[in-house]
């Protein structure tokens, strides 16, 4: 090389280097809590499609750190006088990821196929006389009768949330799983990419018009602020760790809270409670068979449990449960301790007493225990222990969860594969008030799994349902509550708390019930 | 040999005939239930039953059989309930990890098996012998999911040598693929080494005392000479043959390698459409493993002719 030759490439060089790289694409890898194998958020509740909806899809309303619901497609909304008229018109610049413009016959028709699935949404239709197209960008929801449930119902933050899909898609039937993904959400769904079992990948929607205001909860401006989200699917906790110490990842949803120490540990690592609500631990009655079938008995469990036992034995950490007396989660609008103060205290002679009166026969209470979920496993045991010295006789059936989710369906007796009770958790955002709640719904066959029959909680439902007033819903779900301890549904015991890790790098993680990507920057 | 191959493969069929009625049974009498799975926590029972009866699910057990059998025999595995796709697909997508994980596997074994097995039936007694065969005992006794959680902890976090976890494909670049291998191939062939090392050893003490070792010795061959011509090829039949019967445990190692190192190949398939309840995945991963086995022992007996000139067929 001659040195003329030798300037020029040592000159191109430096070029080169004053330029600066180019600037890279960012991509947040994440480990979710479970592997997305469904993309359709209307056909499942499962959280982890709900969690993939919030990518691609968005919302007419979203409700926001306060628990309040604000618009978000939805530019503004009038309710007419006499409270029967919901006129909402969209944003302008909404656009579906083909480039098509969202109209208000694709919410129309979304509204239609979310309602046909979810609780909350066929109780809002119930008082629904029309839905209709008034032009391109506005549609109308008239009502038979007033009701509190429409924007409540629309801007429902968990499974099934009504998510806005194109109207070809939307008019899939309901229980058929949908494969157009086209969705209108701050990401897209890159379906090419997608490995079930591997990875599902999500780009930054280029054209997505997000909202002026800040975001707050599930509300106002979705800045995707990250070019890729990756979701990796890693299903061995240990492996998942040692992923995210490595830097192979940037977050995990949920790493079991065994293994906190280990992430706090590590300098680039942070631990973050994202979801100030939390989840709630649940007892579920089966009220078909003995000895279950009789309320006074299940009154009787009231006094055998205590919410500390519970949270101590699953979570451990004080730092990430707090014992609630309330069917409703502490901190949200609903939460009352009324009818549940001197319940829930382990008053074990109280229980024998209650027992002694319903002349329970000694017909053990046949109780199911999940065994591979680290947030469920110790539940079972800690209630057999409580259950027997509040007098109870108690057949523990160990299980998978997957074989409990089955078998829960089972209206059989006990003996014939059947079951008396079993204990799961909800997400604090599923039961905010008692249409939401699901273990309420005392509709008898038409209740989830456990089946209450009771008239009361059931008009005491339907009064919420059509109060529009805040004060007296919560007043109406006081005496719910009340109603629920005179006839038990299920026991709530206690609010625990998980933990997002994440790599140091990552910043600007939304508090909110559900996993959001917006807002997230990785530096 | 063309009959015999015809007869061997022939033979197969009422073995697929058994695994795939043993695998359908017994996937219908595990309980759970794919469509409360599919349908999630805070579904109805309406809502199950809606999804049981689109998959076909209540219907009688005989006319699923029927339905299925008929579609495996037409060459179509049928759909996954999980992933909408059809599950040829998804074992297509999924075979290069396990290939490439047991292919390495195989070879790496293979190259570091043989040779221990070989230096100790050599040096029998020495404590070159004590320290393969104490060796062999560990690679036996630890479980392949703690060397991969030690190999993971001491090379990828402690020295940051190699990735924790992953897979890429060779399409995209060596380096990566074959990085992404090193570990998982290594937690998963130890029990492999183990295994042959010891079997080697066996039978090369076995050959190193027959009368044609003794005289090729007699006529003042060099040790190399006599090592390489006249006892490793007669010691081979035993070796190939446990490497044959090891793949079953290949096959078994590579669902726990594949869970550990997420490795998104047939093994974790196989452990998620086992705890999804996906019976049309599980049927065909466990009908494809069969298969795989039934020609590898094919493959193994036929290997014999060239290995041994006195085994005809």
């Known amino acids: 090389m001659n040195l003329r030759r030798l300037v020029a490439v040592i000159a191109a060089v430096g070029a080169l280097a004053l330029v600066g790289p180019a600037q890279a694409e960012t991509t947040l890898r994440v480990v979710m809590h479970s592997d997305l194998k469904i993309v359709d958020p209307i056909w ?53 990821h083909d480039g098509r413009p969202v109209t208000a016959e694709d919410c129309v028709a979304s509204i239609k196929r979310w309602a046909a699935k979810d609780s909350m949404g066929q109780k809002m239709m119930g008082f629904v006389k029309e839905l209709s197209v008034v032009n391109a960008k506005t549609f ?18 968990s499974s099934n949330v009504p998510f806005m899909m ?23 769904f890159r379906k090419d990419e997608w490995k079930p079992g591997d990875k599902a990948v999500y780009v930054k929607n280029p054209n997505y018009k997000p909202r002026a205001e800040a975001p707050s909860g599930l509300a106002g401006g979705k800045v995707a602020k990250v070019d890729r989200v990756e979701w990796k699917h890693i299903p061995d906790h240990q492996t998942a760790i040692n992923a995210l110490l490595a830097g192979e990842v940037d977050m995990l949803e949920s790493p079991p809270h065994d293994l906190y120490p280990v992430l706090k540990a590590d300098a680039n690592v942070w631990l973050f409670s994202p979801n100030p609500l939390g989840n709630q631990y649940t007892f579920r009655f089966n009220v078909l068979h003995k000895p279950f079938d009789n309320p006074k008995i299940r009154q009787a469990v009231f006094h055998a449990f205590n919410q500390e036992d519970f949270l101590k034995g699953v979570i451990g950490d004080p730092a990430y449960y707090k014992t609630c007396k309330s069917f409703f989660p502490c901190g949200s609008p609903m939460a009352s301790t009324k009818a549940l103060e001197g319940l829930l205290d382990s008053n074990f002679e109280k229980s024998k007493a209650l027992l002694k009166e319903a002349g329970y026969d000694g017909t053990p209470v046949l109780l199911m225990h999940s065994t591979d979920l680290a947030v469920l496993n110790n539940l079972a045991p800690v209630a057999k222990s409580l259950l027997e010295k509040g007098g109870f006789k108690v057949d523990m059936h160990s299980m998978d ?71 007296k819903q919560k007043h109406i779900a006081e005496q719910v509550q009340v109603r629920a301890t005179q006839y038990p549904t299920h026991i709530p015991l206690g609010q625990w708390y998980g933990a997002f890790a994440l790599r140091k790098n990552v910043e600007g993680v939304l508090e909110a019930p559900v996993t959001l990507f917006w807002n997230i920057t990785k530096k | 040999m063309l009959p015999y191959i015809g007869r061997r493969l022939l033979a197969t069929l009422p073995v697929m005939t058994v695994v795939a009625v043993v695998v359908f049974l017994l996937l219908r009498l595990t309980t759970g239930d794919p469509a409360a799975i599919i349908a999630g926590d805070n579904a109805t029972s309406q809502d199950v039953a809606a999804i049981r009866s689109k998959l076909g699910l209540d219907r009688p057990i005989v006319q699923q059989f029927g339905i299925w059998i008929g579609s495996v025999l037409r060459g179509d595995l049928g759909e996954s309930f999980f992933f909408k796709k059809q599950v040829s697909e998804l074992i ?9 994980l047991a292919t390495c596997t195989l070879l790496l074994a293979v190259t570091l098996a043989v040779p ?84 080697t050893r066996t039978s090369v003490l076995e050959v190193l005392n027959a009368d044609h070792v003794r005289t090729a010795r007699a006529k003042g061959l060099g040790d190399l000479t006599v090592l390489f011509r006249h006892v490793l090829r007669n010691a081979a039949v035993p070796i190939v043959t446990v ?55 094919l493959v193994v007996d036929l290997s014999y002719t060239f290995l041994d000139p006195r085994i005809r067929y």
């Open chain 2, 116 to 199: 221990l097995g070989v230096l100790a039936a050599w040096r029998r007694g020495t404590w070159i012998d004590r320290a393969v065969m104490g060796l062999s005992v560990l690679g036996f006794s630890v479980p392949v999911f703690v060397i991969g959680y030690v190999l993971i902890y001491l090379v990828a976090i402690q020295l940051g040598w190699l990735p924790v976890q992953g897979y890429q494909r060779l399409a995209d670049g060596f380096a990566g693929f074959i990085q992404r291998l090193i570990l998982p191939s290594i937690a998963l062939a130890i029990i492999y080494v183990a295994l042959i090392a010891r079997i």
């Open chain 1, 401 to 471: 969860w997957q074989t409990l989710v089955a078998r829960r369906a089972k209206k059989d007796p006990p003996t014939a594969g059947g079951w008396n009770a079993f204990l799961t958790s909800w997400v604090a955002a599923d039961i905010l008030n008692p249409v939401m709640m699901g273990f309420l719904n005392a509709s008898c066959d038409k209740a989830m799994f456990g089946w209450p029959c009771d008239r009361d909680i059931e008009g005491l439902r339907d009064a919420f349902a059509r109060e529009t007033n805040p004060a």
């Open chain 1, 166 to 188: 194109p109207r070809r898609v939307a008019e899939t039937d309901p229980n058929t799983q949908i494969s157009d993904t086209t969705g209108s959400g701050p990401f897209i």
């Open chain 2, 243 to 297: 490497i044959g019967l090891g793949v079953a445990l290949l096959i078994g190692g590579v669902v726990v390698t594949e869970s550990v190192f997420s490795i998104p190949g047939l093994g974790r398939l196989t452990v998620d459409a086992v705890l999804a309840r996906d019976y049309p995945t599980v049927q065909a991963v466990i009908l494809l493993f069969s298969v795989v086995y039934v020609l590898i022992n």
């Open chain 1, 140 to 157: 109308k929801i008239v009502l038979n009768e007033p009701t509190g449930l429409v924007l409540g119902a629309l801007g429902k933050p």
């Open chain 1, 44 to 96: 499942t509740t499962a959280y982890i499609v709900r969690s993939h909806g919030y990518l691609n899809y968005d919302t007419l309303f979203s409700m926001d750190a306060k628990g309040d619901i604000k618009p978000q497609m939805v530019d503004k909304y009038e309710v007419s006088k006499d409270q029967l008229t919901y006129t909402m018109t969209l944003r302008d610049g909404l656009a579906w």
């Open chain 2, 92 to 100: 297509a997508e999924r075979v290069e990890p396990t290939l490439a």
